[in-house]
């Protein structure tokens, strides 16, 4: 835990006010947000945002610490070079909180719920020192995907690695379990985006072109372990395109999979040129034991639709 004390001498003002003049890249909803949550306190106790400082009154910061999450971290880590870092990130981790304030102000990922970031900003702090753009990401996944993500080090790697994959250069594999047996393999070229009026992104004939392309691993009794290689890297691409097909991916309770024991999508492997040697790399994360556990569940069952 960062703690920081200090006793006001100024005129009177506002305690958010003097957060946010106070605090590094401290916005003012954030410096609220440490108010509300009590992580800033006044003489000891919980005040409102809009408390009026006055001379003498000591002010006290806990910025809470990762606990465990540098551990956590560190057994997440694939492969690691002074460029470059590799993560299997599990199901139901969060790549990064909803708030954007992290991204000026990286210690603001330590509020709230684990995430990845948050584990980051304290197993590897130089990333949050050295300029690098939202700590090193250059790419993301939903929480409920588990899988392979890479992360750069270095500003000069995050730019390569941000334009390698806005280029479509990354060959990206997934594996997923989809409701039903569709075709030995197919391809799915629809576009994306969100309507309006609709909450959700969607396939959409005025959306951004995607493309999916897909072939059967293994068959169960009404569903398919597919091996996935999305070309376009559109939000959500992977879970929107299998619904458009009428295979949703199992698990997937927001296009409507039927049950599982998690959502059953896995980042498997990226094909890429490294940043700075400039080799071709493959790396892979394998299949994790909940999803191992969850297809095995699910491949000898009738499927249900989602509710």
Known sequence: MKKTEITYDGFPKRLDIFLTETGENFSRSYAR??????????????????YVLNEGDKIVLAIPGAGKSQEGFENFV??????????SKPAGLAVHPNAANWEVNPQAALLGDPTLVSMIFTARPAMAKGGIERLGLVHRLDRDTSGLMLLAKTLEAQDALKADFKDRLVEKTYLGAVSGIPERKGIIDAPIGRASGFKKIKVWEYGRDALTEYKIKEKGRDCALLEIHPKTGRTNQIRIHLAHIEHPIMGDKLYGGPPAGRMLLHSFSLLFTHPVTGKPMKLEAPLP?????AWKEVKGKPAKTAK
């Open 33 to 50: 947000r440490l108010i509300e949550e009590g992580i800033a306190t006044v003489n000891g106790a919980v005040k409102k945002p809009a």
């Open 289 to 293: 034991e909940d999803f191992k556990k």
């Open 78 to 87: 694939l492969y690691e070079d002074k460029a470059i870092i590799a993560i």
